[in-house]
Nanobody, 125 residues
């Protein structure tokens, strides 16, 4: 049984930082593509970042230069380092895993096979 568990969310002031973690089990993690998505109240879920098995990554324009995605295959964990946080980054953040590698699919949420339960990130003073 595949399980993805997000952690690291919380309340942070504008300009602050958080690091989210996505721990995976039940999947050959080292060859999986992992993505981060977020959903704010009243809005659709949106792509944030994704990383492939090789370490290749891509980001939404809204977070480029502020967020960094990385992976530690030995720990079956993907991280999302979020710096210079803004109130508009407030959302529930989800990680997702796909048993494929094509970078053209990174931004397509329907292509991911497994999803975590999400972790709340609130950016507010």
């Amino acid at each position: 049984q595949v399980q993805l568990v997000e952690s690291g969310g919380g309340l942070v002031q504008p300009g602050g930082s958080l690091r989210l973690s996505c721990a995976a089990s039940g999947i050959t993690f080292r060859i999986a593509t992992v993505g981060w998505y977020r959903q704010a109240p009243g809005k659709q879920r949106e792509f944030v970042a994704a990383i492939g098995w090789s370490g290749a990554s891509t980001y939404a324009d809204s977070v480029k230069g502020r967020f960094t995605i990385s992976r530690d295959n030995a720990k079956n964990t993907v991280y999302l380092q979020m710096n210079s946080l803004k109130p508009e980054d407030t959302a529930v953040y989800y990680c997702a895993a796909g048993r494929w590698y094509e970078s053209s699919r990174y931004r397509t949420s329907d292509d991911y096979d497994f999803w975590g339960q999400g972790t709340q990130v609130t950016v507010s003073s």
